[in-house]
């Protein structure tokens, strides 16, 4: 049994990947009952959803499970750069017939606060997790008094002995390859970023809380590489995907089962915020990082009225295809089966 079986309480050292926008309770709860850690995304909830989600989840399982939330700090708005983007995706606005006029401005991703702190306080959920760094002291203390083990995520070994001495019990090593948002909070630097299995190891030597290993991992045997550097656990999102308990749309679905899903780049035009997704048009043609996307979730609303009608006529264009570098493990089936899979590379 590792160190984070025995602290959270699990059979098996992986837990599921929070997915904001591609999975709700039903995920979480299947890998919870599957002996693995589920986790449930926050960040794009509000009060009255995550209630739900929180109720669904207590009313489906007994095991432990995980809450994740974002500790970003919103930006003030900038009227001239979000003219700027908007100026910058105007010839897809008239090819799709979009009044611009319309479109309404809006976060698009919260961060945690104490309006969120309080609602959990009446679920206690036994693991909350945080990206981008951690809420302020006081947000913290509320999360621990109720007896919740904390996990962060760490994209460099500076981060991971920040979180460290910030009392953290586990630490989240997320390499370049994984999928959805990066978590970096000390950079915006995107050298400073590694692949997984070095940042794993690094950060094994460097802290003494267990270290749990994000990003390509995609099968048992991704599990066992994994394991032997040193990790305590894995954390598995893309491979995820696919079951039919998350709720991917459609032509996300179709892109992660394409040759596409082999090309994937870190970019900000979806929320201002550099992420991982599967290379496509709206990528190719202003390219992944884009200086005229606005300061993140500010970027969000502007691309939402392309997405929508893009992916009303069944296509992607305009969509965050949110994807790790392997792919391979995507498969369509139950995720309690998947999370047995995965767990096979334990040993």
């Known amino acids: ?25 039903a995920l979480a709860v299947a890998v919870s009952n599957a002996g693995g850690l589920g986790s449930l995304p926050c960040a794009m909830l509000a009060p009255e959803a ?7 989840i207590r009313a489906q399982t ?17 009227e001239r750069r979000e003219a700027g983007w908007r100026d910058a995706l105007s010839p897809y606005y008239r090819e799709l017939g979009i009044d611009p006029a319309g479109i309404p401005a809006g976060p698009g991703r919260r961060p945690f606060s104490a309006e969120a702190a309080e609602l959990l306080e009446t679920y206690r959920p036994p693991v909350v997790s945080f990206h981008f760094g951690l809420p302020s002291d006081e947000l913290l203390a509320r999360v621990r008094r109720w007896g919740a083990k904390v996990l962060a995520s760490a994209t460099t070994v ?7 001495q910030r009392g953290v019990d586990v630490v989240i090593a997320q390499g370049v390859e994984a999928g959805g948002h990066r978590g970096m909070f000390l950079s915006d630097d ?26 390509g991992i995609a099968d048992a045997q991704g599990v066992a590489a994994a394991l032997a550097l040193g990790a305590a656990g894995v954390q598995v999102g893309t491979a995820y995907l696919l079951c039919p308990e998350a709720t991917t749309s459609a032509v996300h679905r179709r892109a992660l089962k394409s040759e596409a899903a082999r090309h994937t780049a870190l970019t900000n035009l979806f929320t201002g915020r ?8 709206l990528m190719r043609e202003l390219q992944p990082m ?9 970027a969000t609303s502007a691309i939402a009225p392309l997405r ?22 995507c498969r369509e089936i139950g995720a309690s089966l998947l999370t047995r899979e995965l767990a096979r590379g334990c040993g």
């Open 62 to 78: 007994e095991r432990p499970y995980n809450v994740n939330f974002f500790c970003h700090t919103p930006p003030a708005p900038d």
């Open 308 to 329: 929508a009608k893009a992916e009303a006529a069944d296509s992607g264009d305009f969509s965050p295809l949110w994807s790790g570098q392997d792919a391979s493990g």
């Open 290 to 298: 884009c200086p005229a996307a606005p300061a993140f979730p500010l």
């Open 1 to 25: 049994m590792t160190r984070l079986q025995e602290l959270l309480n699990i059979d098996h050292p992986i837990i599921q990947a929070p997915m904001a926008g591609v999975q709700g309770s």
């Open 50 to 56: 995550m209630q739900k989600e929180l109720a669904a």
């Open 190 to 215: 995107l050298t400073t970023q590694v692949g997984t299995l070095a940042l794993v190891r690094q950060l094994v030597k460097a802290l003494d809380c267990p270290v749990v290993a994000a990003g």
């Open 274 to 281: 550099p992420a991982r997704g599967i290379v496509n048009r």
């Open 158 to 164: 500076d981060e991971g002995r920040w979180l460290a």
